[in-house]
Nanobody
Framework: QVQLVESGGGLVQAGGSLRLSCAAS????????VDWYRQAPGKLRELVAA???????NYEDSVKGRFTISRDNAKNTVYLQMNSLKPEDTAVYYC?????????????????WGQGTQVTVSS
């Protein structure tokens, strides 16, 4: 059983910073690619940032230069450092990870979602 838990959300003023964490636990063998998504009220969930198992990163245009995704493989944790926050960054942020687990018949990889963490940026 694998669990993903996000933390670090909260209320911050425009221009402030937050660091989100996505921690994986359970009987996992390896964490592969990890993505951060966000969903604002009334909007579709959108991909914000992504990191591969090798550490390559990609960002949605509106967060480039402000957000940084990173990973600590020893802690099975991925971070999203968010600086210069804007009211339009307000959303529930979710992590989505491709995780390999050891099964009786071999290794299996699948995607897991966390429960989300609320980020609210006031103007």
């Amino acid at each position: 059983q694998v669990q993903l838990v996000e933390s670090g959300g909260g209320l911050v003023q425009a221009g402030g910073s937050l660091r989100l964490s996505c921690a994986a636990s359970g009987r996992l063998f390896r964490i592969n690619a990890v993505d951060w998504y966000r969903q604002a009220p009334g909007k579709l969930r959108e991909l914000v940032a992504a990191i591969t198992s090798g550490g390559s990163t990609n960002y949605e245009d509106s967060v480039k230069g402000r957000f940084t995704i990173s990973r600590d493989n020893a802690k099975n944790t991925v971070y999203l450092q968010m600086n210069s926050l804007k009211p339009e960054d307000t959303a529930v942020y979710y992590c989505n990870a491709d995780i390999t687990t050891a099964q009786a018949m071999g290794y299996m990889s699948r995607r897991y979602w966390g429960q989300g963490t609320q980020v609210t940026v006031s103007s």
